[in-house]
């Protein structure tokens, strides 16, 4: 028997221009002259939030915020038992895209408003999930939002201060009514207890899927990262006429020579089949000092790698301590780093995933399966024993992007994939 698609009926029409309008509503609230900048618990993520709320309630659905400032939208009447959750996050990277994020809580709204309008009483509930503070953009550190979810917010991690503003996570959460008490607890949200999976649409963030010419595909797993928002190269500044090479302390210099290095380990390890990617995203002499005829004394950069490995991540991060030492020696400089941060990788629960491509074939949608070089909340709910699966949707102009161009039809069909699968989930 063929599976009824949303593609077989007028609701798909109106269901495309419902997600039209939203993402419209949303680019407008976050518009920032270039892109779209949804601060993590700021001002424009809450506009966002408020958005979704009002959208759902003049639906029909049910609405609640979580102790920790995120939205969780459900059916009225929905039995109490084990929820399926999906979702993802409504913030952004400054002058960042209109979708990274926001495009997988859009997905959950339309499945829950079609369940709602097809009167369907799942065993397992649907509960969506709008997190805020996924970006690390902001405060250094990636999923703010679903580390509180899951207790796993620190102090330290609280004391981080927004790169911008200046204001700690700590403020800034509290600000927008999240109870940092139970935070600073560790407690878990509430409703987490009892999940029985979490799925995530979310648009590709690399070009593959434009490349391969698929308009959706289905994860296997998330890299893990570990990183420095600053590492700090400090030599010694002079008059750039009078020192000789041999004399200088070039902090400039051994930077960069830190960085060629490293650029080679990546390539030798590449050759040898490793899962692994390098950057340096951030660089820069210090503004009140910088001049052109000065020897530069200090220079800031960040660091991060990148991996599906945690062993090929920490030898990595050896091999990274190794070369600052040896630069270090060699240019008559000294290194200093700020806070280690780290996320673990994550493998998407197999029997998800199977149930993805199977239903991907079943409603004529190439079945895929691609790694995400980009972290994502569902890496948090898997390695906390939930278990989690993502539907990729292609995207032109990559993410963090302003030019972020997904393809509304493929959003559709991303739709109707994760509505299909959570009906055989459930």
């Known amino acids: 028997m063929a599976v009824q698609t949303l593609s077989d009926t007028a609701l798909r029409a109106a269901a495309r221009q419902q997600a039209v309008d939203l993402f419209e509503q949303a680019r407008r609230l976050g518009a920032d002259g270039v892109g779209i900048s949804r601060e993590s618990y700021g001002a424009s993520e809450s506009a966002c939030l408020e958005l979704l709320a009002d959208w759902a309630r003049a639906r029909g659905l049910r609405v609640e915020q979580d102790e920790f400032a995120n939205l969780l939208f459900s059916l009225p009447g929905a039995p109490a038992a084990a929820p ?4 993802s996050h409504v913030d952004s990277v400054p002058q960042g895209g209109n979708f990274d994020g926001l495009a997988g809580v859009v997905a959950g709204l339309l499945c829950l408003q079609r369940q709602h309008e097809e009167g369907a009483a799942p065993p397992h509930p649907l509960v969506v999930l709008a ?8 405060f250094g550190k990636a999923y703010m939002g679903s ?3 899951l207790g796993r917010l620190s102090a330290d991690d609280l004391a981080l201060r927004n790169l911008r503003s200046g204001r700690t996570l700590k403020e800034a959460m509290a600000a927008a009514g999240a109870d940092v008490a139970r935070i600073e607890a560790g407690h878990r949200a509430a ?22 010419k698929w308009p959706t595909a289905v994860v296997s797993g998330i890299r893990g990262n570990l990183r420095h928002n600053v590492v700090r190269c400090i030599g010694e500044p002079g008059h750039s006429g009078a020192v000789p090479r041999w004399l200088r302390k070039d902090a400039v210099l051994a930077a960069a020579d830190l960085l060629m290095r490293l ?13 692994l990617v390098v950057t340096a995203g951030v660089i820069g002499t210090d503004p009140a000092e910088h001049a052109v005829s000065r020897i530069p004394g200090r220079v800031d950069f960040s660091f991060e790698v990148r991996s599906e490995s945690t062993e090929t991540l920490e030898g990595f991060y050896r091999i990274f301590q190794m070369e600052c030492e040896a630069v270090a020696r060699q240019r008559g400089v000294r290194f200093e780093f ?23 074939g079943r409603i004529g ?17 898997a390695n906390a024993g939930i278990a989690s699966a993502m539907i990729f949707v292609r995207n032109e102009h990559g993410s963090h992007n302003p030019r972020e161009a997904m393809d509304i039809d493929d959003f559709m069909d991303g739709v109707e994939l994760l509505y299909q699968a959570l009906g055989r989930i459930a």
């Not at 399926?84 to 979702?87: H, K, L, T």
């Not at 997190?131 to 902001?138: D, I, L, Q, V």
């Open 84 to 87: 399926v959750v999906c979702g």
């Open 131 to 138: 997190m805020r503070g996924e970006e690390s953009a902001w």
């Open 147 to 149: 580390s509180a979810i």
């Open 191 to 212: 409703w987490v207890d009892g999940v029985r999976a979490y799925l995530e649409l979310h648009i590709e963030q690399g070009p593959l899927m434009v490349a391969r």
């Open 263 to 275: 650029d080679e380990h990546w390539r030798v390890l590449l050759e040898r089949g490793n899962d």
């Open 338 to 360: 700020d806070r280690r941060i780290e996320s673990a990788p994550a493998t998407m629960d197999p029997a998800l995933v199977g149930t993805l491509l199977d239903t991907a």
């Open 365 to 381: 949608l190439p079945v895929e399966k691609i790694a995400s070089g980009a972290g994502h909340d569902a890496a948090l709910f």
